[in-house]
């Protein structure tokens, strides 16, 4: 099942407070960055980031995006505020974008 465009705007103004937000389509999912760090997704009307060490402090219920991935972390949180804290806190933990040829 595909996200909807409604659910990404939803998704997208609970992350109104973290700075260079932007998201990609890919394969009937999005893809969400902040400062050019994949940082999450959205995928079947999931809000789903990474799991690093300050999403593990915020978040505790793990769920599988799609078959084969890796384990993410259900964002169930609806306050702006602690959605723009958990995603502050996690983008040092990220790894740098790669460098496009």
């Not at 760090?37 to 915020?58: E, H, P």
């Not at 702006?80 to 040829?101: D, G, H, I, S």
């Amino acid at each position: 099942m595909a996200s909807s465009s409604e659910y990404l705007e939803y998704v997208l103004d609970l992350l109104a407070d973290v700075p260079q937000v932007s998201s990609r389509k890919m394969m009937g999912e999005y893809l969400l960055y902040a400062s050019d760090k994949l940082f999450g997704g959205i995928y079947d009307d999931r809000f789903l980031v990474k799991d690093t060490q300050a999403s593990r402090a915020a978040l505790t219920t793990a769920e599988v995006p799609y078959e084969g991935a890796s384990p993410m972390l259900l964002v169930d949180l609806e306050d702006k505020a602690a959605v723009a804290a958990l995603v502050t806190a996690m983008l040092p933990e990220l790894p740098e974008p790669k460098k496009k040829r």
